[in-house]
């Protein structure tokens, strides 16, 4: 359980986190989103106590990282997979954060093979991939075995492989309980991965609910309806109270109406229907909606193309 | 979380910088040249000095005169031991796994101090057999290592060589870069070298009080009574190097990562 209370970083004036309040609980992958320089690094970095609030507080389980007697047993972080020393060899990179925390070898080596390094553990991640280090990285954030996971950005610079790896390994984590905090800016990878997600913008909190809520209530519900007689279908559902917009090949996109509704008034004036879609929104077009006014430097595409 | 453990991860990373054993290589070719060369310059000045003059030829003069440059490689293993995470990007998961800053300044001191202290004694004897070699060999007189007063500065010397190595550490926990902790830290320390620069009270105030300067007396086998006794000298330089380590700590803690 990580636990936020009007968690708030600022430099001068310029507030980066302000005063965030929200729980990341156990037991769940908690996706973690927000617009580049939304706070998310520094949040997490707080989290960490690497950095020092300049007011409000982070906490696991009730106490401030500065606080837990073993830090790696209680929680277990990839910051930036690049925080590798290129001349020490992977086995050592993870010794000297076990020995500090009076973890010894041997788990050192396993979760070296957990994470598929077992072949490489003597070699220098000088010359690793990026998906090597970030592998080396969760292996150093698992190495105390601990209860509290934060990833950031885990899967940047993996192949499909290793991010289906991630995905199966944060959500077994979560399984057994942990609480797993995970960045990402990949909209279809988080919807496979999350549960509940926490939304920032500008360093203050849009959303803190369940996945499917989210997508829910941020984008518009919408039915695709395909029939020869558009024209009169589209007319009656006016008359009936919905917002009609043509679709792509001919579709009608229909708002303010289930899809059962809009196949009831099409069965009652015999008008033949091709396909009839409740047409969900995803992830992305949610996340795009409620972050369009945090977005840091927006591109206005509007202005470009005309 | 103990002490010993953060000392065992300490002396992991220590070992896994490759920097460290050129700074070490450098160390021993630094003592062994030097040595020799200040050697080769005080023979000469034996041989064409007046009687007066070779009256008061003192053979262990030269033997240490090498450890003040041997210092600055010194120093530069002990800003390694810092500025190595900073550059990689470690110091944040370091500092995850040791919170306590104060904890991982101390366990870094600990593996720094202990190393430079080990290697002072050989180098300091490395540069005085070569000197006495020098000298030996120009027909000056030279003396053995077991002459008095020689053994206690060869142990002198791993003080001074210990104190240095924890004031690089200091400067790279301040400045966190390599470049600017080695420039700085080198600076400061030949210093005294400059000390003719400047006018007599501040050359002299230089070569008793500066921390490199008095530190150097720990290994003064002739100590006279013109400049500081060795281990009053030696307390300067102690004095100094807890000063930085009191200011590191402070500024270590007080920074985000």
């Known amino acids: 359980m990580i636990e936020l209370r009007q968690l708030t970083k600022k430099y001068g004036e310029v507030a980066v986190v302000d005063g965030l309040t929200f729980d990341v609980r156990p037991g769940v992958v908690t996706g973690f989103l927000g617009p580049n320089g939304a706070g998310k690094s520094s949040t997490m970095r707080m989290i960490l106590g690497l950095d020092r609030p300049t007011s409000g507080s982070a906490t696991i389980g009730g106490r401030r990282h500065a606080d837990l007697p073993v830090p790696l047993r209680e929680v277990g972080a990839l910051l930036d997979a690049h925080a ?87 959500r077994s984590l979560a399984a057994e309980g942990r609480t797993v905090l995970l960045s990402s800016h990949l909209m279809s990878e988080m919807a496979l991965t999350a549960d509940h997600l926490v939304v920032i913008g500008r360093g203050r909190l849009i959303a803190d609910t369940g996945l499917e809520a989210f997508v829910r209530s941020a984008a518009r519900q919408e039915v695709l309806v395909r029939t020869p007689d558009a024209r009169r279908l589209a007319s009656l559902l006016r008359e009936s109270g919905a917002a009609v917009r043509p679709g792509a090949k001919g579709a009608l996109m229909v708002t303010g109406m289930s899809g059962a509704e809009v196949g009831d008034l099409a069965g009652a004036h015999a008008i033949v229907l091709h396909e009839l879609t409740p047409w969900q929104a995803s992830l992305e077009e949610a996340y795009l909606e409620l972050t369009g006014d945090s977005v840091e430097f927006a591109a206005n595409l509007a202005g470009a193309v005309s | 979380m103990t002490a010993y453990g953060v000392l065992r991860s300490e002396w992991v990373k220590f070992r896994s910088i490759r920097a460290m054993l050129g700074c070490l290589a450098g160390a021993v070719v630094a003592a062994g040249s030097y040595g020799y060369l200040f050697g080769m310059t005080a023979a000469r000045e034996y041989l064409g000095g007046s009687a007066a003059d070779r009256a008061a030829f003192d053979p262990t003069e030269p033997a240490f005169r090498a450890l003040v440059l041997v210092a600055v490689l010194v120093s530069a293993v002990g800003v390694l031991a810092v500025t190595s995470e900073y550059a990689s990007g470690t110091m944040p998961v370091s500092v995850t796994a040791v919170p306590g800053r104060g904890l991982l300044v101390g366990g870094k001191g600990a ?113 006279g009574t013109d400049l500081l006794a060795p281990l009053a000298g030696a307390g300067v330089l102690a004095a100094a190097v807890a000063v930085l380590l009191c200011a590191a700590v402070a500024v270590f803690r007080r920074r985000d990562v």
């Open chain 1, 84 to 170: 590798v020393h290129p001349r020490r060899t992977a086995a050592d990179h993870l010794l000297c954060l076990a020995y500090a925390n009076g973890i010894g070898r041997r788990r050192a080596e396993e979760v070296l093979g957990l994470v598929g390094l077992a072949d490489v553990a003597g070699r220098r991640p000088g010359g690793f991939s990026l998906g090597m280090k970030q592998r080396l990285g969760i292996a150093a954030a698992l190495l105390g075995d601990p209860p509290v996971v934060l990833l950031d950005e885990p899967v940047n610079g993996l192949d499909p492989e290793g991010i289906r790896w991630i995905r199966t390994l944060t």
């Open chain 2, 111 to 223: 593996v720094v101090a202990l190393t430079t202290l080990l290697i002072g004694p050989p180098l300091a004897l490395l540069s005085f057999t070569l000197s006495q070699a020098a000298l030996a060999a120009q027909g000056a007189p030279s003396v053995g290592p077991g002459y008095p007063g020689v053994p206690g500065a060869l142990l002198g010397a791993g003080l001074f060589t210990g104190l240095v190595g924890l004031y690089g550490m200091a400067f790279g926990f301040l400045l966190r870069r390599s470049a600017g902790a080695i420039s700085l830290g080198t600076f400061l320390l030949i210093l005294p070298g400059m000390a003719s620069l400047f006018p007599k009270p501040v050359a002299r105030w230089i070569m008793t009080w500066w921390p490199s300067a008095a530190g150097s007396r720990i290994f003064a086998v002739h100590p």
